[in-house]
């Protein structure tokens, strides 16, 4: 592949990684209650990592720095739910109420059943 | 022992991924750490299902490519919530978990966190309860179209068991 | 191609910010806690974007090791909060409880 197309592919990813970002930044600011804005974290964790990783990993092509890059990736996309799962876990043992619809199960009975560690 | 032997192959990697430094000593001092590494986690006793060599079948970068599908749609969908958060309508969905060991579980668990607009709030040995953003989002977990594909990521490790 | 990179870190820049101003305004302890982890999974990102910017292939390292830094702290803080006690060994341990 051309060196030019690498590079339109490279810019392009990092450009859709960072307005990823913004968009799950403005989700995190935006929604209503704590757990719809655990979504909007999720934006940023995975769609904008992986962009701006794989974007700036075609720029230094088959090196070590591509190896570490990529183990940055799976330290970020490995332990991401397990930190979000541990957060909402530990928010509704708390009491924090989800906004729902109307249609909706309710959370109520799920709170007093124990469950497991991820 | 198999397991033991290769989470060793698997430190000794990711130790010459990470250095870039290959002179005797510098090598010295990593195979230390790899034995000081290997022999904590036997004392912890945690070196088990999840060392498997099967885990990484060929099932796998399938199971990664079709995860990464995902990922970028429930993006795309979110993202477009974000710009009209009037539209969302959150609710709790419990789906039954089928697969049968606990590595599987954990895969379940956090593919549907992964994959923006549901979370994962509670997990238990028969059914997994989760946070979702509106009625689309959960489509894939209610459907259990992820579940399937677990449960067949999951029968690579079972043949050998 | 420096130009493209400055404008992701502005981007990712933005990001964190949109991210502090959530944590400042809570409510919960809990939209806190969710903004400082975005926080410090864009630092990473960052990081890794310095690294290309000046061409110093060792801040790498740096990133790789906050990024696994950050894991531990949030859960960490995760507990502290939760239990009130960094050395209790499960949650029906606690005090607080």
């Known amino acids: 592949m051309p060196d030019w197309l690498l590079d339109v592919f490279s810019g392009a990813l990092l450009l859709i990684g960072g307005g990823f970002g913004v968009i799950g930044g403005l989700g995190l600011f935006r929604f209503p209650d704590f757990y ?31 190896i570490k890059l990529l183990l940055i990736l799976l330290f970020l996309l490995f332990p991401a739910p397990t930190a979000t799962h541990a957060l909402s ?18 959370l109520v009975e799920h709170r007093r059943e124990s469950s497991s560690n991820t | 022992m198999r397991d033991t032997f290769f989470l060793s192959l ?12 290959y002179k005797p000593v510098i090598l010295m001092l990593g195979g230390a750490s790899l034995l000081l590494v ?36 429930s993006n795309l969908h979110v993202a477009r919530l974000v710009f009209s958060p009037q539209k969302i309508s959150p609710r709790i969905v419990t789906v ?15 593919t549907c966190t992964l994959t923006p607009g549901t979370v994962t709030i509670g997990l238990n040995r028969e059914k ?12 894939a977990l209610v459907s259990g179209q992820l579940a399937a594909k677990i449960v067949w990521l999951e029968g690579s490790t079972e043949k050998t068991q | 191609m420096t130009l493209v990179l400055v404008i992701t870190t502005m981007a990712v820049f933005s990001t964190m910010a949109l991210a502090l101003a959530r944590a400042l305004k809570g409510p919960t302890i809990y939209d806190r806690i969710v903004a ?29 090791v906050y990024a696994l830094i950050n894991f531990i702290a949030i859960v960490t803080v995760l507990k502290l909060v939760k239990t009130r006690d960094l050395g209790s060994a499960t949650e029906e341990d606690s005090p607080h409880a």
């Open chain 2, 38 to 73: 290997v022999w904590l986690s036997l004392r912890m006793k945690i070196v088990g299902e999840e060392h498997n060599p099967t885990v990484f079948s060929w099932r796998l970068p399938l199971f990664w490519l079709w995860a990464l599908v995902q990922i970028i749609q």
């Open chain 2, 128 to 139: 997994l309860v989760a946070h979702a953003l509106d009625r689309q989002s959960a489509r």
């Open chain 2, 96 to 110: 039954p978990v089928p697969m049968k060991s606990s590595l599987g579980k954990v895969v379940f668990g956090n």
């Open chain 3, 36 to 64: 400082v982890n975005v926080f410090g999974t864009k630092t990473v990102l960052v990081v890794a974007l310095i690294t290309y910017i000046t061409g110093h292939a060792d801040l790498v390292d740096v990133a790789l």
């Open chain 1, 89 to 106: 876990r530990a928010a509704m043992f708390d009491g924090v109420e989800p906004e729902l619809a109307e249609d909706s199960e309710s």
């Open chain 1, 36 to 66: 719809t804005r655990l979504h909007g974290a999720g934006i940023t964790d995975t769609l904008c990592a992986i962009c701006i990783v794989f974007g700036l990993a075609l720029q230094s092509g088959l090196s070590l720095l591509t």
């Open chain 2, 10 to 21: 698997l430190l000794a990697a990711l130790w010459l991924a990470i250095s870039g430094v």
